[in-house]
């Protein structure tokens, strides 16, 4: 699907005309719109995103006139970087933050963010890298993860001492628990673009050490170019949260599987664990899978049973939610 943003129109007669700038304001007014793709995909129960630049970007691009529309520049772009088309794509999110370029160059750029997602006998080739690579702290699969306790929850409490006011203070430690889940509190799998945004904050990724010129060694997770860490995580948060109320899991799932390969692919994008008997039953109530017939023999013990996504679901009926049922950690 396109999103609105294709049809985006700036009326002539509210913008100055150029000719009438001087020459450094129209420098100044300089935009540039790239295009930036979300490209996701799960292979043997890893989430993983494409990349370029060996890891350290995603697929761009800036939009030019000869693009028949956004999306067009889009494909167009990730085809031509990595050789890979687009199948399933939505639009994500638009970003134009003048502080968080990687330098205070002109033009002034607008990037446009696209959520796509892929099967993962797709997602063999080079330039696919984990999510887990750049979130370390965002996989509960097998409990909360130690560079949380080791690094995140100490590092963050200097940050909230280091506040002005006592109120900051005590602002700073409510929302470092709220959001990391300390102190007790329970974690949200869908807050990982404010736990990137909070880590930016307080100086702990690479990304804000580079932009205020300091040395980039200890900051958390893998970083990327200018923005695209951050535009990561908010796919991964948008996809999180879809996964509940749309049954876009089977874009990324082959034409058969079974119920285990399905739970492992919900559980890696989740970063959390499923009750495999409540998964299995919450399966067979929504109707959102059939069986083929056929079987595998891939498991250890009895043949699985291979399933395929029942397509008519989505015409019979509009989801109310999926409510899966996640393990607590």
Same mark, same amino acid.
């Given at each position: ?18 000719? #009438? ?5 129209? *420098? !100044?007014? /300089? ?25 350290? *970007?995603?697929? /761009?691009?800036? %939009?030019?006139?000869?693009?028949? /529309? ?24 638009? %970003? ?14 607008? !990037? ?10 797709? *997602? ?29 929850? &100490? ?6 001492? #280091? ?6 203070? /005590? ?6 628990? *709220? ?17 990137? +945004? ?16 300091? !040395? ?6 893998? &970083? ?26 089977? +874009? ?45 023999? +891939? !498991? ?8 395929? %996504? ?5 015409? +019979? ?13």
């Amino acid at each position: 699907m396109g999103g609105a943003a294709d049809g985006l129109a700036i009326p002539p007669a509210f913008l100055p005309a150029v000719s #009438d700038m001087p020459g450094s304001q129209r *420098a !100044s007014r /300089s935009v540039v719109v790239d295009l930036i793709a979300v490209l996701a995909a799960v292979t043997a129960g890893e989430p993983r995103v494409m990349t370029v630049a060996k890891g350290g *970007a995603l697929p /761009s691009g800036p %939009f030019e006139l000869a693009h028949r /529309s956004l999306q067009q520049g889009l494909r167009d772009w990730v085809e031509q970087q990595t050789h890979h088309p687009l199948g399933y794509v939505e639009q994500l999110y638009t %970003f134009a933050d003048k502080d968080r370029a990687d330098a205070d160059t002109a033009p002034r750029t607008i !990037s446009i963010s696209y959520l796509g997602l892929t099967r993962e006998h797709d *997602a063999a080739e080079a330039g696919w890298h984990g999510w887990y690579e750049y979130f370390p702290w965002e996989d509960h699969r097998a409990g909360p993860p130690p560079v949380i306790g080791r690094v995140l929850a &100490p590092a963050l409490s200097a940050w909230a001492e #280091d506040a002005p006011t006592t109120g900051m203070r /005590s602002e700073r430690r409510l929302r470092a628990a *709220a959001t990391f889940a300390l102190d007790g509190a329970r974690w949200n799998e869908e807050l990982t673009l404010q736990r990137y +945004e909070m880590l930016y904050e307080a100086g702990i990724v690479a990304e804000r050490l580079r932009r205020e010129g300091k !040395s980039e060694e200890g900051g958390a997770g893998r &970083p990327m170019i200018a923005d695209h860490r951050r535009i990561l995580a908010t796919g991964i948060a948008r996809l999180r949260a879809k996964i509940k109320y749309r049954p876009v899991v089977f +874009e990324l799932m082959p034409p058969t599987f079974t119920l285990l390969q399905l739970q492992r692919c919900v559980e890696a994008i989740a970063g959390r664990t499923l009750h495999k008997q409540n998964f299995r039953r919450l399966m067979e109530q929504q109707e959102l899978v059939e069986e083929t017939g056929g079987t595998t023999s +891939e !498991s250890l013990g009895r043949p699985a049973k291979l399933f395929r %996504f029942r397509h008519t679901v989505v015409e +019979e009926r509009a989801l109310a939610g999926t409510k899966l049922p996640l393990a607590p950690t």
